[in-house]
């Protein structure tokens, strides 16, 4: 569906197709989402702290993140790269940016599709977590391997509850297909999956949380803690490398919001069962602004919303972490599966 | 919670030395932790980064100028670190102080212990990761300091008491000003409560962590709020009071488990006693002069004095041979003895407590190396 998108511009050949899709994805969404997110949660931080955050770059600091870029890109530490390092961030990457392709952005390019297709982000997630998360393991610093440590064991015990979440999911909406996704959440607010049962609605927050703790972000960025561990992963992360850090986790946490605005918030369909006119609007590039647009403000009234909640609250140990998803997260999923199951067959019934 | 037995994984020790400057540190000074994997299994402690030299440098200055030397012990709470050397020299000389002096050096002491509180607070949340509580803090910190200055002439080293009176007169519109902040500031410990106090992560995170019971305070020799949140009511402005505490009606506040929570409610409940008090003394300033006379000799002897600081009792030893300047001067401060205690509290508990442990005793290295 998506490369035949690009007939409209003239692009036949379906591999080009993929190919400038998947790069205009990277270079006029992720990056400046990236970006921006950044930007929003330095300035959130600033106001709910009674400070102005940045302010000098730029008409009300806005271009502060390219002076950052500009900053940092001219740093470059005295160490080399190490070649667990080297190999490790090279799977990261290769790991996320394979997700590029699998999650779609637009109702016109939606490049790969499946009955399993909503488990796949989830997999080259966990790869990618434990991929950077070892980066630190591989660092001959205590920091950093107590980090990696930390953000190993986060890692394996997010899985579960993310994946009964997308299990609870695949009951409503059939199987794990795009297809069945979109469809199931194209008839107004209440046939979004967070609220046509509220059992899913549980669901969303689980798989939240579960990601957070999976990818090791905030709140539950433990494996990166300033205080105790001089940064732990990030403890010898600096100049250039710096920069492609925080845009691997900065691009992690964005598609995460994206996967749960996608599974569970109706992704880019309106509320108010406006979908056909847009379906309708004769343009597919207007459509597909219209899509990424509601998108993006979805995404970031969610990650507003998870920056708010890390700001304004301390932050847990890691041991607190674990114990509170193993225990609380993991059973409180499974016993939702059921719930959904028990709740699916009562309003049929 | 301290870890029990079936927590410890029982593998080779790793030595793992932090400082003299790290982000879970109060202040510069040098740890050698042993870990069993996360959970500390031995502290060491090397002090002396922050040695100033202070009493040896007080030997060779004039007794005016050593006030300005006595303020830099701690410089967060330096009007008790002054007022003790002031103090010990004024029973030296037998100097006596007006009323007016009197209660303007309570009031004094009063509002320096609710800044180091509140200083106290924003490490507390820093060492936690609540980075907004820290800040909220940090702007009402502010204005206090703002009324130091004008009520001083600076925000930290205030070098403001003198032998026999006050560097300067403090008028009634900058009283009425210490009232209003006053006022306010009881409101934002409703806030703080609501916030921070209570939240449930902070609680996980401090109770029952760096746990230190009754007897083993007073083994150390642990004095103020450190001493009080175990169970030990010793306070100075009760048990011996000085200056116009015993017109104040005090009473000594105590929290009893002894944890990381203990020492933060203690000075939180400190810091509402001190406001109160405050009001009262502000109420009861009589008219009059705080003026004072230069001092160029002390009478040869010694003499100490005591003054319960906000870190715990700092104490002055005075030595006078007669002349221009002491022949010794020694203090003796609260957190001295609160770093003695660090290494027995931390083992058993983890890595990530460390910072929450040294936050909640307040450790001022500028006292404890001077």
């Given at each position: 569906?998506?490369?035949?998108?690009?007939?409209?511009?003239?692009?036949?050949?379906?591999?080009?197709?993929?190919?400038?899709?998947?790069?205009?994805?990277?270079?006029?969404?992720?990056?400046?989402?990236?970006?921006?997110?950044?930007?929003?949660?330095?300035?959130?931080?600033?106001?709910?702290?009674?400070?102005?955050?940045?302010?000098?770059?730029?008409?009300?600091?806005?271009?502060?993140?390219?002076?950052?870029?500009?900053?940092?890109?001219?740093?470059?530490?005295?160490?080399?790269?190490?070649?667990?390092?080297?190999?490790?961030?090279?799977?990261?990457?290769?790991?996320?940016?394979?997700?590029?392709?699998?999650?779609?952005?637009?109702?016109?390019?939606?490049?790969?599709?499946?009955?399993?297709?909503?488990?796949?982000?989830?997999?080259?997630?966990?790869?990618?977590?434990?991929?950077?998360?070892?980066?630190?393991?591989?660092?001959?610093?205590?920091?950093?391997?107590?980090?990696?440590?930390?953000?190993?064991?986060?890692?394996?015990?997010?899985?579960?509850?993310?994946?009964?979440s997308?299990?609870?999911l695949?009951?409503?909406?059939?199987?794990?297909?795009?297809?069945?996704?979109?469809?199931?959440q194209?008839?107004?607010?209440?046939?979004w999956n967070a609220f046509s049962?509220?059992?899913l609605g549980?669901a969303s927050v689980?798989y939240l949380?579960?990601?957070?703790?999976?990818?090791?972000?905030?709140?539950?960025?433990?494996?990166?803690?300033?205080?105790?561990?001089?940064?732990?992963?990030?403890?010898?992360?600096?100049?250039?490398?710096?920069?492609?850090?925080?845009?691997?986790?900065?691009?992690?946490?964005?598609?995460?919001?994206?996967m749960t605005v996608h599974l569970f918030f109706g992704g880019?369909?309106?509320?108010?069962?406006?979908?056909?006119?847009?379906?309708?609007?004769?343009?597919?590039?207007?459509?597909?602004?219209?899509?990424?647009?509601?998108?993006?403000?979805?995404?970031?009234?969610l990650?507003?919303?998870?920056?708010?909640?890390?700001?304004?609250?301390?932050?847990?140990?890691?041991?607190?972490?674990?114990?509170?998803?193993?225990?609380?997260?993991?059973?409180?999923?499974?016993?939702?599966?059921?719930?959904?199951?028990?709740?699916?067959?009562?309003?049929?019934? | 919670?301290?870890?029990?037995?079936?927590?410890?994984?029982?593998?080779?020790?790793?030595?793992?030395?932090?400082?003299?400057?790290?982000?879970?540190?109060?202040?510069?000074?040098?740890?050698?932790?042993?870990?069993?994997?996360?959970?500390?299994?031995?502290?060491?402690?090397?002090?002396?980064?922050?040695?100033?030299?202070?009493?040896?440098?007080?030997?060779?200055?004039?007794?005016?100028?050593?006030?300005?030397?006595?303020?830099?012990?701690?410089?967060?709470?330096?009007?008790?670190?002054?007022?003790?050397?002031?103090?010990?020299?004024?029973?030296?000389?037998?100097?006596?102080?007006?009323?007016?002096?009197?209660?303007?050096?309570?009031?004094?002491?009063?509002?320096?212990?609710?800044?180091?509180?509140?200083?106290?607070?924003?490490?507390?949340?820093?060492?936690?990761?609540?980075?907004?509580?820290?800040?909220?803090?940090?702007?009402?910190?502010?204005?206090?300091?703002?009324?130091?200055?004008?009520?001083?002439?600076?925000?930290?080293?205030?070098?403001?008491?003198?032998?026999?009176?006050?560097?300067?007169?403090?008028?009634?519109?900058?009283?009425?000003?210490?009232?209003?902040?006053?006022?306010?500031?009881?409101?934002?410990?409703?806030?703080?409560?609501?916030?921070?106090?209570?939240?449930?992560?902070?609680?996980?995170?401090?109770?029952?962590?760096?746990?230190?019971?009754?007897?083993?305070?007073?083994?150390?020799?642990?004095?103020?709020?450190?001493?009080?949140?175990?169970?030990?009511?010793?306070?100075?402005?009760?048990?011996?009071?000085?200056?116009?505490?015993?017109?104040?009606?005090?009473?000594?506040?105590?929290?009893?488990?002894?944890?990381?929570?203990?020492?933060?409610?203690?000075?939180?409940?400190?810091?509402?006693?001190?406001?109160?008090?405050?009001?009262?003394?502000?109420?009861?300033?009589?008219?009059?002069?705080?003026?004072?006379?230069?001092?160029?000799?002390?009478?040869?002897?010694?003499?100490?004095?005591?003054?319960?600081?906000?870190?715990?009792?700092?104490?002055?030893?005075?030595?006078?041979?007669?002349?221009?300047?002491?022949?010794?001067?020694?203090?003796?401060?609260?957190?001295?003895?609160?770093?003695?205690?660090?290494?027995?509290?931390?083992?058993?508990?983890?890595?990530?407590?460390?910072?929450?442990?040294?936050?909640?005793?307040?450790?001022?290295?500028?006292?404890?190396?001077?």
């Open positions: 569906m998506g490369t035949a998108t690009l007939r409209v511009f003239g692009i036949e050949d379906p591999l080009v197709s993929f190919s400038l899709i998947v790069i205009g994805i990277l270079f006029f969404l992720i990056v400046p989402g990236t970006i921006a997110l950044g930007f929003l949660d330095r300035k959130l931080g600033a106001n709910l702290q009674a400070r102005i955050g940045p302010n000098r770059t730029g008409w009300r600091g806005i271009l502060q993140p390219f002076a950052d870029f500009l900053k940092l890109s001219q740093k470059n530490g005295s160490a080399s790269f190490g070649s667990g390092e080297l190999f490790w961030m090279g799977l990261a990457l290769f790991f996320l940016f394979s997700n590029i392709g699998v999650v779609p952005f637009s109702r016109h390019a939606v490049l790969f599709d499946s009955p399993l297709a909503l488990m796949l982000p989830l997999l080259l997630l966990l790869c990618f977590s434990f991929a950077t998360l070892l980066l630190g393991f591989g660092q001959a610093t205590v920091n950093g391997w107590f980090g990696g440590i930390r953000g190993i064991a986060q890692s394996v015990v997010g899985l579960l509850p993310a994946m009964t997308l299990l609870a695949s009951l409503q909406t059939g199987d794990l297909s795009w297809a069945n996704l979109i469809q199931t194209s008839d107004g607010i209440f046939s049962n509220p059992f549980l689980i949380c579960a990601g957070l703790v999976m990818l090791g972000l905030k709140p539950f960025d433990v494996s990166a803690s300033r205080i105790d561990l001089h940064g732990g992963i990030l403890s010898q992360m600096y100049g250039r490398r710096l920069i492609l850090f925080r845009l691997l986790r900065g691009y992690g946490f964005l598609l995460w919001v994206v880019w369909s309106l509320p108010f069962a406006l979908d056909g006119v847009v379906s309708d609007l004769g343009s597919i590039p207007l459509s597909m602004a219209v899509d990424i647009g509601v998108l993006g403000a979805k995404s970031a009234i990650a507003l919303f998870v920056f708010w909640v890390a700001k304004v609250n301390p932050k847990p140990r890691a041991d607190q972490v674990t114990d509170f998803t193993w225990k609380y997260l993991a059973s409180l999923s499974i016993l939702n599966l059921l719930a959904v199951l028990l709740w699916k067959g009562f309003v049929h019934a | 919670m301290r870890a029990d037995s079936s927590e410890y994984l029982d593998t080779d020790l790793t030595e793992w030395e932090i400082g003299p400057f790290h982000g879970s540190l109060p202040a510069p000074m040098k740890l050698r932790l042993s870990l069993d994997g996360e959970l500390i299994v031995g502290c060491e402690i090397e002090r002396g980064y922050l040695h100033r030299e202070i009493e040896k440098t007080m030997e060779r200055l004039s007794w005016d100028a050593g006030i300005a030397m006595a303020d830099r012990v701690d410089p967060e709470s330096s009007a008790s670190s002054e007022l003790a050397f002031v103090a010990a020299v004024e029973g030296l000389a037998s100097l006596e102080i007006s009323d007016r002096t009197a209660w303007i050096r309570t009031l004094v002491l009063e509002m320096n212990r609710v800044s180091s509180h509140l200083g106290f607070f924003s490490r507390m949340a820093r060492s936690a990761g609540a980075e907004t509580m820290s800040q909220y803090v940090l702007r009402d910190r502010e204005r206090l300091l703002d009324l130091f200055e004008l009520m001083t002439g600076s925000r930290y080293l205030y070098r403001f008491f003198r032998f026999g009176g006050l560097n300067s007169e403090v008028s009634d519109g900058v009283l009425e000003r210490v009232l209003t902040f006053c006022r306010e500031l009881k409101l934002r410990i409703k806030e703080y409560n609501d916030l921070f106090s209570y939240n449930r992560i902070f609680l996980k995170r401090t109770q029952g962590v760096g746990l230190l019971d009754r007897r083993e305070a007073m083994n150390f020799g642990l004095t103020g709020p450190n001493l009080r949140s175990t169970g030990a009511g010793f306070d100075l402005r009760v048990d011996q009071p000085y200056l116009k505490y015993q017109n104040l009606d005090l009473e000594s506040i105590v929290q009893v488990s002894g944890d990381c929570h203990a020492r933060y409610l203690q000075r939180l409940y400190e810091v509402d006693q001190s406001l109160n008090m405050i009001r009262l003394i502000v109420d009861q300033v009589p008219l009059g002069g705080a003026s004072f006379e230069p001092l160029a000799k002390v009478p040869k002897g010694e003499n100490y004095a005591m003054i319960e600081s906000p870190r715990g009792l700092v104490g002055c030893h005075v030595v006078s041979s007669g002349g221009a300047e002491p022949v010794r001067v020694a203090f003796r401060t609260g957190s001295t003895a609160a770093l003695s205690a660090i290494p027995g509290v931390l083992v058993g508990y983890r890595i990530e407590d460390l910072s929450v442990i040294l936050a909640s005793f307040d450790i001022s290295m500028a006292e404890v190396d001077r």
